[in-house]
């Protein structure tokens, strides 16, 4: 995992890990409550963390991307 972590570019990792914490509160509290552990009602908190993280996230993760594929293609233009 860790090799595959590091050829990511640093803005894809920030956009995985933003996504991975503004998603994870409001997806284990709509998970407990389908189970019926608890009743959520109104999960304001929660939804609005997701909805702050969300997009920053998707376009800091398609950012990162764009970053390593021009790196890649860099590095294989340099090897040719």
């Known amino acids: 995992m860790k090799k595959n972590w ?3 570019h640093l803005t894809s990792k920030i956009g995985i890990i933003m ?3 503004g998603l994870c509160p409001i997806l284990v509290l ?5 189970l019926g552990i608890i009743d959520a009602g109104n999960a304001l908190g929660p ?6 993280t969300f997009y920053p ?3 800091l993760i398609v950012i990162g991307n764009i970053l390593t594929n021009r790196k890649r ?6 090897q040719h």
């Open 19 to 21: 996504l991975i914490v």
């Open 30 to 34: 709509f998970g407990l409550d389908f």
């Open 47 to 52: 939804g609005i963390l997701a909805f702050l």
């Open 57 to 59: 996230a998707i376009i």
């Open 6 to 8: 590091s050829k990511f």
């Open 73 to 78: 293609e860099k590095i294989k233009s340099s």
